[in-house]
């Protein structure tokens, strides 16, 4: 059951006696709901008043200052006879013909009513229907647990008419024979009936012959496609391996179809192009026989391809001759590189003599000016080698920079 089904909404019930003037609030014009009083001595609904004051301050009757402080509860003798009017019950358009004190009625709506909308017991269905009406609902809903009568199998009540014609415990009788039998053995059955209409095995290869199952073997006995049945058989697998072959040569036919298309389209393509290179040589005249064209741009392609291995010897042989004379030159660097290098040695050697007389003056210019004490030489090699080393006429030792 719903909970907005079970609410009680005081501003549209319906009473039974006609409501006092004085219990009647003159903002909504209902009986009173949770009264309220202002200072002035004027009774309202708490809702009513709260949103007259919210909107302007001031006593909808008699228009003097009021706020929401000056409110006060209603005196209890108020509450209680508001509370007491007799009402309908709400659910009186589904049937109910209940009547009680207004401060009652939510609770005969939660518990007593019978025509308050409940959900069915069953967790497949939940369908609504009246409280009054549930027990009926059940007994009847399509989602109750049924059983099969044949074969007790346990289901929904909606599937029982469809397994009824399913139903393998059922008694079929046999349409061809008239036996009876379960439905489980009727399809076995109708394999060995010996009342069921069939075609010759060979109907296939054009017998006409159709009959019971029980005249098929003196039909046999004279069937002319019986006595060659292993050529028929035979023709039929050479057939279907013709067919085969056929199949296999259809596909290879599309695919060189597809190739031979796909190189005219591409063979198209190279002459358009080498006819804008060479109008003079790849012009396309839609007159010209398709094959002449392609005799065309073959012996043009060959004239080309000389012409390209002409080319390429002629740039061999330049290639060879710019390498001899590049080996040549280099060559003549290279002595030119030595000559160059023996007279910058034979400089550095001619500056190192210099340097090595310039030296050896000025050693003799300071040893005649201040001579130094002599040395004592235990051996007397020291002096001859000072003497040999400032001695210009002595041998020297070549030195590289």
Request: hydrophobic share 30%; charged share 25%; aromatic share 4%.
């Amino acid at each position: 059951m719903s909970n907005s089904d079970c609410s009680l909404d005081l501003k549209s019930l319906t009473y039974v006696d006609n409501v006092n003037s004085n219990l009647i609030c003159c903002i909504c014009q209902y009986p009173f709901v949770d009264p309220i009083v202002s200072p002035c001595g004027h009774t309202f609904c708490q809702s009513c008043i709260y949103q007259a004051v919210t909107s302007s301050p001031q006593c909808p009757i008699d228009r003097l200052a009021l706020t929401l402080n000056d409110l006060e509860p209603a005196v209890k003798i108020i509450t209680n006879m508001v509370n007491e009017l007799h009402i309908h019950c709400p659910r009186a358009d589904r049937g109910c013909e209940f009547t009680g004190q207004r401060q009652y009625m939510e609770h005969h709506m939660s518990n007593d009513c019978l025509y308050a909308f409940q959900s069915c017991q069953m967790k497949e269905c939940q369908e609504l229907v009246l409280k009054k009406d549930l027990n009926n609902h059940v007994s009847t809903c399509k989602h109750r647990e049924t059983e099969c009568k044949m074969c007790k199998k346990k289901m929904p009540a909606f599937e029982l008419e469809d397994h009824y014609q399913l139903c393998p415990s059922e008694i079929v009788e046999c349409n061809h024979c008239g036996s009876s039998r379960p439905r489980s053995d009727h399809a076995g059955h109708l394999k060995t009936c010996p009342k069921v209409p069939m075609d010759c095995p060979h109907s296939e290869f054009s017998c006409p012959w159709t009959g019971e199952r029980a005249t098929l073997d003196d039909h046999l006995a004279s069937c002319t496609y019986e006595k060659i049945k292993g050529f028929l058989h035979l023709h039929r697998q050479k057939e279907t391996q013709m067919k085969e072959e056929i199949q296999a040569l259809r596909k290879e036919n599309e695919s060189l179809k597809r190739h031979q298309h796909e190189t005219k389209q591409q063979l198209d393509t190279t002459t358009n192009q080498l006819s804008v290179l060479f109008p003079g040589h790849f012009a396309v005249d839609p007159d010209i026989p398709l094959d002449t064209q392609q005799e065309v741009v073959l012996s043009e392609t060959q004239r080309l391809q000389s012409d390209i291995d002409s080319l390429s010897a002629n740039m061999t042989s330049l290639e060879l001759k710019q390498n001899m004379a590049l080996m040549t030159e280099t060559f003549r660097l290279q002595e030119e590189v030595q000559s160059i290098r023996a007279i910058c040695h034979g400089m550095r050697m001619q500056m190192h003599y210099l340097m090595v007389e310039r030296r050896g003056a000025m050693m003799a210019a300071g040893a005649a000016s201040n001579p130094p004490p002599p040395p004592h030489d235990h051996d007397g090699n020291g002096m001859s080698n000072r003497r040999s080393w400032l001695d210009p006429s002595g041998s020297r030792q070549d030195t590289k920079l």
